[in-house]
């Protein structure tokens, strides 16, 4: 079992709709959580982090964490063609030592 | 605020080959980590500096690769010999400390080829 799991998709939604991005992870010594975008090609950029419970807003962005169920995601209001991409989920510990799943692969119809 | 540098960006060599890359982390930047990302998935730790000191290389295949980050600023990864299996993007990305975590930027990566 990979420490960080994802659907590795692809996930395809309609332009407008909401995306929806699961993550979970079996460390419970992972005290924050990064979301990244990755285009074909480049390198990992990152969206949010968040390592309290409940929800973080930013801007079309939300990640949400539950850590007694070991789950985070990433909501992406009205999504758009320039979000077709692959999601990376990481896990960090207090060390700063991070661990990511595969991604999930995100394609956003016109 | 310049991003995190690497270089070459394409490197093509063939197996038993030696390889080294260079990275130059954001300024001001304490961690400094190089990671591999093979086609297809997430990127792998290999190695994370804090400064110029070792905290986690437990990924690093200590037989073939090293690292070392000289007066805790540019860092070089060195794979010898290379394995076709090393074929992967590498890397860097340094980190700033902030709270409880430590926020990370990637640099454009190397991507190796071994024939």
């Known amino acids: 079992q990979k420490e960080v799991e994802q659907n590795s998709g692809p996930l395809s939604v309609p332009e407008g709709a909401i995306a929806s991005l699961n993550c979970t992870y079996s460390d419970r010594g992972s005290q924050s959580f990064f979301w990244y975008r990755q285009y074909s090609g480049k390198s990992p950029e990152l969206i949010m982090f968040?390592?309290?419970?409940g929800d973080k807003e930013d801007g079309r962005f939300t990640a949400q964490l539950n850590k007694a169920s070991q789950y985070v995601s990433l909501l992406i209001r009205d999504s758009q063609p320039s979000d077709s991409a692959t999601y990376l989920c990481?896990?960090?510990?207090?060390?700063?030592?991070?661990?990511f799943g595969d991604g999930t692969t995100l394609t956003v119809k016109p | 605020e310049a991003g995190v540098a690497q270089s070459p960006r394409y490197k093509i060599i063939e197996k038993r080959q030696s390889v080294a890359f260079w990275c130059n982390p954001i300024?001001?930047?304490?961690?400094l980590y190089w990671y591999q990302q093979i086609l297809g998935q997430g990127p792998k730790l290999l190695i994370q500096?804090?400064?110029?000191?070792?905290?986690?290389d437990s990924q690093l295949p200590k037989d073939r690769f090293s690292a070392e980050r000289l007066k805790g600023v540019d860092s070089t990864l060195k794979i010898q010999p290379a394995k076709l299996e090393d074929s992967a993007v590498y890397l860097c990305?340094?980190?700033?400390?902030?709270?409880?975590?430590?926020?990370?930027?990637f640099g454009p990566g190397t991507r190796l080829t071994v024939l």
């Open positions: 300024s001001g930047h304490a961690t």
């Open positions: 990481a896990g960090n510990t207090n060390a700063g030592k991070s661990t």
């Open positions: 990305a340094s980190g700033r400390t902030s709270g409880i975590t430590d926020t990370q930027y």
């Open positions: 968040i390592y309290s419970n």
């Open positions: 500096f804090q400064n110029n000191g070792v905290v986690d």
